[in-house]
């Protein structure tokens, strides 16, 4: 307590030297105050809004057969229930999106045509996001589910501008579906937007299950799922490797019946790897009573064991008919199989099991889902099957976990060398997808952290010179107050103390002309189209996010650097003989 | 009994290449509730003599026992310790703290003691009346005569209740009307409060309220002692 007064009353004691060091402290706050929330609002613009809306904070991504353009997989509420109960995820959308060509009025441009599930419903934060981010100018969400108006885009305006279009006018628009066919559609311009961020400037919005429809995706399929994590610098990496873990493919299995001369009998449909490897072991383990492998291990290839084929009435070279109930549709599928081979003897994977090239398999698997065993039959285990549990084909192929674009960039060469016969899925962060522009947030990072080093370093050198300068004034001070019999320790804490006060003062002016300066910067208009920074800026203008932790954090770094700058000066007046000290002026 | 003793005590300084011996071998008692006067020329050792009996200073050989405890063995805090409990300062210059007001300059040493607040005020209080300073006890430094602050000093060198009180030069920077109540006023508390009073000076006109004076001259004890 006795510090403390002595250390308040010295700071009032040069007051002109004081409140000059304290305002240029202040002033190096308030620079911080702002550029760290300039910096974190830089942050929430490109994690929840470029981010969010360009790849989302997490994504997982479907190719069907490794096609890079086939993004479809074909069991949507699977890979909802697998994000399901993750408490950190704030929301999971379908992210189906496609490049196409609009014909305006007398002209022409490449739009990015993205479904938005509008029937979805927004949480009040998620509607102000939606409507900070994008504003109508003309019509209104609503419009894009209207029964009534044909294909009902929202569009920029910007791009409006460009293909000289208006509201309610017809833009056509080529654009390839899932399965690379060129198709035609009409789009009416239901809506007109304004955005400030230069990445949504080409997007036009389309309700999701229209634009799923013109693609080609039926209802129960997604194109790939985009996620908006809690706190996603923090959190991206921990979802994605959690959902990836809950992505574990099984054994891709179809339960069937088989029809041969013989008649009908049950049967499990199995896919095997056709990789060399694979085929390798396969011929190692089988031994074919009938038919080769070379006409086994072809894309239609199909092994019958010895005992269902007597039973069924067919033989290599024999046709027969398989039958299985549909998942998401109500009558069975039927398809012919041509027998390649049959086995009579060796490691076989089960009694009932014709096993398919996993090519000719997924054929069959993925365009017409399967139903499971139904009620009261056994579940078919692969890992039961002793050496055939790493040869048979599994539900779809997830792909490792990558942490930085080069790697990512690394997996989907590797997918297009691979020509993978399952879908392969990918859960990936913005870390891999964004890097670039999230490179933009760090850069502008260092600028603002190089910038305030700076600015310490001067700050800190008036800290240590006024400390240096009021030591030698009141050397002969100090040198009484340890003849009193104060210890070392209080007089270096004495000075410390002095320095500490000052920079929290200092830095609580700081922090309030932080925000009067950011107040008056925010009220400036910038026009987002012609600068290349617009997508900094939320409605045309600056937008600062301080937090709480930023700012206190900016505050206690600098009361930090002072009072570490302070201890060397403090504790050389502390060391200083009594006698010397008393003897100063003498 | 005696309350300092000390034996050869030499200290020297250094001044660039070579040492300049300060005191050079004294020996030295005092005796508990003496008041006692040390005089001598300027240079001659007298304020040297004092800082090392009042802990200031480091002697370079020697030994120096201050309430029967020999301090040249002792570390900082130890020392620092000595001067806080045993002995009071008053300086040729009065050293008050400028931002602190009288009363708080006088408590100082019994709140760097520890000593609860409300108990300092009082003991602080007391003094000031003690040494007729009761109205100015809300006033700083500044705003007070060099008499008033030395009584200030003599208030705050007393009011740990030390053993010993230091003076260096007390009256040096006063006029004589002025010097002569100080020294009547160290006087009285040390009848007062029976504490042992060291005083250094070179002013003739204080010799005469000293019971005892030590003589000293290029560092050595001259004349011992001399009664008053």
């Known amino acids: ?586 | 009994m005696n309350i300092i003793e000390i034996r050869d005590l030499k200290k020297d300084y250094p001044l660039g290449d070579t040492i300049v011996p300060a005191l050079r071998g004294v020996d030295l008692t005092v005796a508990a509730g003496d008041f006692m006067s040390i005089i001598g020329p300027s240079g001659s050792g007298k304020t040297t003599l004092l800082n090392v009996i009042g802990c200031i200073d480091l002697a370079t050989a020697g030994s120096v026992k201050v309430g029967g405890r020999e301090i040249t063995a002792l570390d900082d805090r130890q020392i620092t310790d000595i001067r806080l409990n045993k002995i009071g300062f008053i300086f040729q210059t009065f050293n008050l703290i400028p931002v602190l007001d009288v009363i708080e300059n006088v408590e100082f040493p019994l709140l760097l003691m520890k000593r609860p607040a409300a108990e300092a005020r009082r003991r602080a209080d007391k003094l000031i009346e003690e040494v007729g300073l009761k109205e100015y006890a809300a006033h700083r430094p500044s705003e007070l005569s060099g008499g008033q602050r030395q009584r200030v000093a003599i208030a705050r060198a007393l009011v740990t209740n030390p053993d010993i009180i230091l003076a260096d030069e007390p009256t040096a920077n006063l006029d004589s009307v002025t010097g002569a109540s100080i020294l009547e006023l160290m006087r009285r508390m040390n009848e007062i409060e029976k504490t042992t009073f060291i005083f250094s000076t070179h002013d003739a006109n204080v010799l005469k309220y000293a019971r005892r004076i030590v003589r000293i001259k290029d560092g050595l004890i001259e004349k011992e002692p001399v009664a008053a």
Request: with cysteine; glycine share 8%.
């Open chain 1, 1 to 586: 307590m006795l510090l403390i007064k002595l250390s308040l009353r010295n700071l009032l004691r040069q007051k002109r030297r004081n409140i000059l060091l304290g305002s240029a402290m202040a002033i190096g706050v308030c620079i911080l105050v702002v550029a760290n929330s300039f910096s974190h609002g830089i942050s929430d613009i490109m994690f929840n809004k470029v981010m969010n809306y360009v790849t989302g904070h997490v994504a997982i991504r479907f190719n069907e057969r490794g096609g890079v353009m086939r993004e479809i997989f074909r069991d949507r509420a699977r890979v909802f229930a697998a994000v399901k109960n993750e408490p950190l995820i704030e929301s999971a959308d379908e992210a189906v999106g496609m490049f196409a060509r609009a014909i305006g009025n007398g002209r022409s441009d490449n739009i990015i045509l993205v479904g938005v599930d509008t029937r979805k419903g927004l949480s009040e934060k998620g509607r102000k996001e939606v409507e900070e981010s994008f504003r109508l100018i003309e019509g209104t969400w609503k419009d894009m589910e209207s029964p009534a108006i044909e294909n009902p885009v929202i569009i920029s305006e910007e791009k409006a501008r460009y293909l000289n279009v208006k509201k309610n006018d017809i833009v056509r628009v080529r654009f390839r579906n899932m399965f690379g066919q060129d198709q035609a559609e009409r789009l009416t311009i239901a809506g007109i937007m304004k955005n400030d961020n230069i990445f949504m400037q080409p997007v036009v919005f389309l309700e999701l299950s229209r634009e799923k429809k013109m693609l080609g995706y039926r209802s129960y399929e997604t194109g790939s799922l985009k996620l908006k994590i809690k706190d996603p610098q923090k959190n991206a990496f921990a979802v994605a490797d959690r959902i990836h873990e809950k992505l574990r493919p099984g054994t891709a299995v179809i339960y069937a019946s088989a029809a041969g001369r013989s008649g009908r009998r049950p049967a499990i449909l199995l896919g095997f790897k056709s990789d060399d490897q694979s085929k390798k072991q396969i011929a190692g383990l089988l031994k074919l009573s009938s038919g080769s492998f070379e006409k086994t291990f072809r894309k239609d290839g199909v092994i019958v064991p010895a005992g269902l084929a007597r039973e069924l009435g067919v033989t290599a070279g024999s046709e027969m008919t398989v039958r299985y109930d549909r998942k998401f549709e109500k009558t069975p599928r039927e398809a012919v199989l041509h027998v390649s081979a049959v086995c009579a003897a060796g490691d076989y994977p089960g009694r009932d099991v014709i096993l398919l090239s996993d090519s000719g398999f997924y054929d069959l698997y993925y365009f017409d889902l399967p139903a499971g065993p139904g009620p009261g039959a056994e579940a078919y285990s692969a890992a039961a099957a002793g050496a055939w549990s790493g040869l048979v084909a599994p539900e779809w192929v997830l792909l490792k976990r990558t942490f930085n674009t080069e790697d990512y960039t690394k997996k989907y060469q590797e997918i297009a060398r691979n020509k993978w016969k399952g879908t392969t899925i990918d859960v990936s962060t913005m870390y891999e997808t964004a890097s670039d522009i999230l490179k933009l947030e760090s850069v502008l990072n260092i600028i603002t952290i190089s910038a305030v080093l700076v600015l310490f370093f001067i700050i800190l050198l008036g800290v240590v010179n006024t400390l240096r300068m009021t030591i030698r004034e009141r050397t002969r001070e100090i040198g009484t107050v340890r003849a009193i019999g104060m210890q070392r320790s209080d007089v270096r804490d004495m000075f410390i103390l002095e320095t500490f006060f000052l920079t929290l003062f200092s830095s609580a002016a700081g922090s309030l002309l932080g925000f009067i300066a950011m107040r008056l910067l925010s009220l400036i208009t910038f026009h987002p189209q012609d600068n290349p920074l617009g997508m900094l800026l939320v409605n045309g203008h600056l937008y600062f996010l301080p937090t709480f932790p930023g700012i206190a954090g900016s505050v206690l770094l600098i009361i930090a650097i002072a009072v570490v700058t302070a201890w060397f000066p403090a504790r050389r007046a502390a060391n200083l003989s009594p006698a010397q000290a008393l003897g100063h002026f003498s």
